[in-house]
């Protein structure tokens, strides 16, 4: 019977607790295990909640909550006692003996069949129950379900036995049939029937269960055609990959079942490492409207219990009309029109994002990220079929290129190469421009003010700072172009995918290596893109490492520095190597924090294979110019405002206007400070930026501009201090990302700290050797 079914001062032991996942999870968190004797404290009628007494804690849940957990009672154990007529039953029945019926009845379990049309599910059904239902290899043949009993190894299985679909949508009436008793009934376990020789297709229905959040095992059936035609595909990778138990069987002859009943109660009794819930990533456009849409969805607890939210969502976003039609009048039913509207002004906002991003509306969209997923999983498991044709045929003809073994890194070097060279050759032009300008407008003031301070400020300050970073701009704006090129076309995660076996060798994962080359870019949005990353311990590592990644911000800098300290055939090189002094640090660090500090095993999860596409226009220009204003944003709010204050602090000094800059405020800051940094041979000048350049990096190059005063710097303390600005602490908001991102100041702390250490030894190492060499010869 049901938990809520018990009255007040009665007693129950718990058989199971039934739902979807993130239900169960919950109630089971809050004590109610199988096997635990549960007493009712207060079941009052028509009064929430209802307060139990389980494991020693007081706990309220709701009647709806309770309707889910099933017990057996003490009058029942003694109505069965009655028709057992046991004489091993004891006279008075004990918790013990009420234990040992809750045993016996959570033997007890239904399982549903779901699959394609012809994949063998009535095959299954007859052979595990020796029922004789109509079996035929024409679709359409299960109207309704069927039902009957198997047995194996000691548990009793309900097997229902549902009509063929290829998808949980609502075109059809048998789809809607099948969601419906997946939601209504609520089967223990789930059998998703596949098959085999047909696995593309079939998993794209896999997927759709993995989002409803199901207990679920796959059969791949068929396994015999599938042999017979040579097609190959290592079990235990997919297994792994969707996070399900796949059993290879064939219900003609039989093989498998055994197999499959037996994982089947595995699964259902949880035990270790049988089964794990996965979330498949539909890519951040629809992610994004999916987290929007669960804000409202988790706050509603009938919601809640009933369905997973990510599956709602995920739902409504797809615009199908009868989970719509659902929440719609739920929410009617409650009096809530007002969230109503927001709901799905929300859904709605979301959904025609997701339309100009990815030129394709979001059922659309969700259905290729699904493909995508399959395509990486089979991929990844080496999925090797001998005839039939392939869903994405374009796709896989690409694929056979750009993520072969062989030519697939060199082409990957290339393009990163041409991304480099044009952001700088190409970028050259509007960069000497917006500098001309610049420049015009310097001389322009100077000649039209009178001497002054406030004269000194607009140029010394001003243009000195803001100008000497704006110029940038067009370069910034080209590498962000190139970067969501290859985000949006699907190249990315090819890359990734290739990288993939590279990155384990860092510690890392595939998945590691987007947010690793959008740090390229900037590393703020590179540390929230880690959240593809499933496994904490591997996102956490990128997190940690991604500061080396030489960001835009840092281009200023070392475009500046090897202007004014190299000698123009050796500015690229030196550029180049401050980019691979960056990964390699990266590599360095990943790999000695995966064996020495985050140590531990990852979970494998999928990395998503999309279709490739044509980038839409309006969603490049959209990511490209997003970057572009955050830039602009960044140099009229703390660029300006840091430009203007190194120019104060360097104006005045404690006597007023200082007669020299040595003399002023930031002079004797740097005089200083000037000590900590002897070992890298940098000056008082050098340092301050050093400092100045902890709110933004491009401020270590405005605040050069505003200082000046590098004449007796050598190359070699140059290249120290490109090194030191390379590595130490990223900026703030990166930091500020950390912190949100792991949700722990600790991390954040730990990677502003462990960085600048770093930079400080590298550029030590570097200046002193050098002088050494230099000495030598
Ligand atoms: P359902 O539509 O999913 O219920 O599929 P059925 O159980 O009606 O099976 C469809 C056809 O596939 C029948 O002709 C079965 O004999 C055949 N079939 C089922 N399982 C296997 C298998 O493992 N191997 C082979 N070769 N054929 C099978
Ligand atoms: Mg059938």
Known sequence: MKLSELKTGEQGVIIKVTGHGGFRKRIIEMGFIKGKTVEVLLNAPLQDPVKYRVMGYEVSLRHQEADRIEVVSMAEAARLKMAADDTLVPEVITENYLRSQALKERRHLSVALVGNPNCGKTSLFNYASGAHAHVGNYSGVTVDATMAEAHFYGYDFSLTDLPGTYSLTCYSPEELYVRQHLTEQMPDVVIN??????????????????????????????????????????????????????????????????????????????TQGASRHIHINYGHEIEDGIREIQKFLKADEHIRQRYSTRYLAIKLLENDPNITQYVGQHMADEHRPEERKQLMAVRNHAAARVLEETA?????????????????????????????????????????????????????????YVMFQTTFSLGQYPMDWIEAGVEWLGEWIGSTMTDGPLRSMLIDGVIGGVGSVIVFLPQILILYFFISL???????????????????????????????????????????????????????????????????????????????????????????????????????????????????????????????????????????????????????????????????????????????????????????????????????????????????KEIVASTMGVLGGFENVTPLAAYAYLLFVLLYFPCIATIVAIKHETDSWRWAAIAAVYTTCVAWFVSAIVYQFGSLLAYAY
Not at 364 to 377: C, R
Not at 385 to 394: D, L, M, P, Q, S
Not at 575 to 592: E, K, P
Not at 615 to 623: E, V
Request: proline fraction near 4%.
């Open 486 to 696: 290859m985000e949006d076309s699907g190249y990315m995660a090819r890359a990734a995918f290739i990288m993939d076996r590279l990155m384990h060798k860092m510690g890392l994962h595939g998945k590691s290596f987007i947010p690793l080359v959008m740090g390229f870019g900037c590393n703020v949005p590179a540390v929230m893109a880690t959240r593809t990353i499933e496994s904490r311990r591997s996102r956490l590592i990128t997190m940690l490492v991604l500061p080396f990644m030489s960001c835009s911000a840092r281009l200023p800098i070392y475009m500046m520095i090897t202007g004014m300290f190299f000698v123009a055939e050796y500015q690229s090189l030196v550029m180049l190597s401050l980019y691979a002094v960056g990964i390699l640090m990266a590599a360095v660090v990943s790999n000695i924090l995966s064996r020495f500090v985050l140590k531990g095993e990852d979970t494998p999860f999928v990395m998503e294979l999309p279709p490739y596409r044509w980038p839409t226009a309006k969603a490049i220009g959209r990511h490209t110019w997003e970057k572009g204003k955050e830039y602009l944003k960044k140099m009229g709010g703390v660029i300006l405002v840091a430009s203007v204050l190194v120019w104060a602090l360097g104006y005045f000094g404690t006597m007023g206007v200082a007669p020299s800059l040595a003399e002023s405020f930031i002079g004797r800051m740097g005089q200083t400070i000037e000590p900590l940094f002897a070992l890298q041979g940098f000056n008082w000048q050098l340092d301050v930026s050093l400092i100045a350049g902890v709110g933004a």
């Open 360 to 416: 394709s509306d979001s059922e659309t969209a969700i259905m290729d990220a699904k493909y995508g997923f399959i395509n990486g999983a089979l991929t990844e498991a080496g999925y090797q079929t001998g005839t039939k044709e392939n869903i994405y045929r374009t796709t896989h003809l690409i694929d056979r290129v750009l993520s072969n073994k062989y030519v697939g890194f060199p082409i990957f070097f290339f393009i990163l």
């Open 193 to 270: 029937v596949i098959d085999a020789s047909n696995l593309e297709r079939n998993l794209y229905l896999t997927t759709q269960l993995v989002d409803m959040n199901v207990r679920m095992v796959c059969a791949l059936n068929m396994f015999d055609e599938f042999e017979r035609r040579g097609d190959y595909v290592n079990l235990d990778t997919l297994s792994t990959l969707f996070g399900m138990p796949m059993v290879p069987t064939s219900f003609k002859t039989g093989m498998g079942v055994k197999e499959l009943f037996k994982a089947v109660i595995k699964v259902y009794e949880n």
